[in-house]
């Protein structure tokens, strides 16, 4: 059975850090891309960072959202078979679930809006100001 399993959410202040982790299960771990997506209440789901796999040609590739840049930062440990987000100077902006999602190889499905072919139930972070 496929599982992804995130934990570190919870309260953080403005300025503050989290680092969520994202626990994977029942599939070979480091050859798919691991992204993390976000909500925030009453919007969309907006992908927020993901990594590629260790066997693609663009292996350990990154993505950021924009409004992520130079604060998140993605990685993973296939010995673990985790990905990590650690998120610094948050803002009360980041507050939402934050879901981690698997695909085959690369990141091109999360760079082009296409479905993640496995998800986790996801995370709250709720960053007060």
């Known amino acids: 059975e496929v599982q992804l399993v995130e934990s570190g959410g919870g309260l953080a202040q403005a300025g503050g850090s989290l680092r969520l982790s994202c626990a994977a299960s029942?599939?070979?771990?480091?050859?798919?891309?691991i992204g993390w997506f976000r909500q925030a209440p009453g919007k969309e789901r907006e992908g927020v960072s993901c990594i590629s796999s260790s066997i693609s040609s663009s292996a350990g590739k990154t993505y950021y959202t924009d409004s992520v840049k130079s604060r998140f930062t993605i990685s993973r440990d296939n010995a673990k078979n985790t990905v990590y987000l650690q998120m610094n100077s948050l803002k009360p902006e980041d507050t939402a679930v934050y879901y981690c999602a698997a695909d085959f190889l690369s990141c091109q499905d999360f760079t082009t809006g296409q479905p993640m072919d496995y998800w986790g139930k996801g995370t709250l972070v709720t960053v007060s100001s």
């Open positions: 029942g599939f070979t771990f480091d050859r798919y891309a």
